[in-house]
């Protein structure tokens, strides 16, 4: 039997069509982000003061620099330009986000037909300048990048890449004031935790505001705090009460220093399953940060864009139960405190004995990242209990003929005026 062998290899068009198909703009740009973090974590990943990520976005080009180090040339030949990641390979970040090793080849081809890299280490210095329709004229077995070494004279060490020839459709983007203004929030709320150690963003010349997760404490009214380790992923979790926002109330979850879900509300966060109720208007009140930290960043439960949680990792499920833990003493305070307001309305207790509202309202408002981390305990005030109603409403049908004939006997002028008179004859003339 004769054999014969069949060219399977991918076009270099057909594989970038795929790669940059299912990516938006935005979450393409952060990718690079993601790199720039990277690099400067490798330095310090606890204080990242005097770290700036400057990005430029307008009608002509695309520009991304930073002062974080740079990468170094053996990096550049083996490793960063790569389309996906060697398994075999031990270059790796320790708590990197850039993990999945297609970020920056893929947002460079998916914004314009001209890129230069640049990278000032303190080894070396390198540049790498692709005109993407020659390189993709060229007919060769290896898909390969040139580069040309310069001269390291950068006093500050960092990467700068630029896109020129953007596409039509990216240069609409750029240039329209809702997306700059969405992707400002979106960067802000994505690196919040490296803003809070000091990491500076700039977009077209505009710092990046610091975003954070606020919750009120006092001696009455805590935060709860746990912490284990599973399968070498440092699990952290937070959870309290800020101010009742519907739209910021939920878990948030963040992957290495990176924002991965954003005031999530859904089952995918446990509200609804496992004796925890729904989300609703009463929980806006909640705030919950999940941290996952580990020196091997594909053991964390986050999808391959970075979009979400992965709710079917093993780590994830581990630390479902830790979420449990802390969302349902919170949870509870909150439904009693619910039930203390209309309490309050039905005169069963006095405005005095609102305790749970009272301890939300004169609690201090601080960083979730502030708060005191001693208790896995949520210390909350006891709840008075309710009196009897004194008042109750009895609702009853009787045919309008009737009421009529009652109300001109009695000269009532409304139905309820008709109830309360027949009550108290009968409780003046039966009882």
């Not at 695309?62 to 389309?83: M, P, S, V, W």
């Not at 459709?169 to 969405?182: A, C, G, K, M, T």
């Not at 705090?225 to 399968?231: C, N, S």
């Not at 004169?362 to 210390?379: D, G, L, Q």
Request: proline fraction near 2%; charge should be negative.
């Amino acid at each position: 039997m004769e054999s014969y062998s069949v060219d399977a290899n991918p076009t270099k068009e057909f594989f970038i069509s795929m790669l940059t198909r299912d990516i938006p703009l935005d979450r393409a740009i952060l990718d690079l982000i993601d790199n720039c973090v990277d690099a400067a974590i490798s330095i310090d990943s606890e204080n990242l003061s005097g770290k700036i990520i400057r990005i430029t976005l307008n009608n002509t080009c695309f520009k991304i620099e930073d002062n974080c180090g740079g990468f170094d040339l053996e990096t550049a030949q083996h490793y960063a330009f790569r389309f996906g990641r060697d398994s075999t390979s031990s270059r790796t970040t320790p708590n990197s986000v850039g993990q999945f090793g297609v970020g920056m080849k893929r947002t460079l081809f998916k914004l314009g037909s001209q890129f230069k890299v640049s990278s000032f280490h303190s080894s070396g210095a390198f540049e790498m300048n692709v005109n993407v329709p020659k390189w993709l004229e060229e007919k060769s077995e290896k898909w390969a990048f040139e580069l040309q070494k310069i001269d390291n004279d950068k006093s500050e060490k960092g990467t700068y890449i630029e896109v020129s020839d953007l596409f039509p459709s990216v240069n609409e983007q750029l240039v329209d004031n809702d997306f700059l203004r969405n992707f400002k929030e979106e960067v802000g709320l994505a690196y919040f935790k490296r803003i809070s150690q000091g990491l500076e963003i700039h977009i077209n010349g505009e710092k990046v505001d610091l975003f954070d997760i606020k919750v009120r404490q006092s001696e009455e009214l805590g935060v709860v705090y746990l912490e284990k380790t599973f399968d070498g992923v440092n699990i952290k979790v937070r959870a309290g009460v800020g101010e009742q926002e519907l739209h910021k109330g939920g878990w948030y979850i963040v992957c290495n220093g990176r924002l991965v879900e954003s005031a999530e509300q859904s089952s995918k966060t446990l509200w609804g399953t496992n004796s925890i109720p729904k989300y609703h208007d009463r929980f806006a009140f909640f705030r919950g940060v999940v941290e996952f930290e580990s020196e091997d960043s594909s053991k964390l439960p986050w999808t391959t864009t970075k979009t979400g949680v992965d709710s079917d990792n093993s780590v994830y499920r581990y630390a479902n139960k830790l979420m449990i833990q802390a969302l349902s003493p919170v949870a509870k305070f909150l439904s009693q405190r619910e039930a203390e307001r209309k309490q309050v309305k039905e005169n069963r207790l006095d405005e005095t004995e609102k305790v749970l509202s009272a301890a939300i309202t004169s609690a201090k408002p601080v960083s979730i990242y502030m708060a005191n981390e001693e208790s896995s305990e949520f210390i909350r005030p006891e709840k008075i209990e309710a009196r009897e109603a004194r008042y109750i409403t009895v609702t009853y049908q009787i045919e309008t003929e009737k009421l009529n004939k009652i109300k001109e006997i009695t000269g009532a002028s409304s139905a309820s005026e008709v109830g309360k008179l027949a009550f108290e004859y009968y409780l003046e003339n039966e009882c």
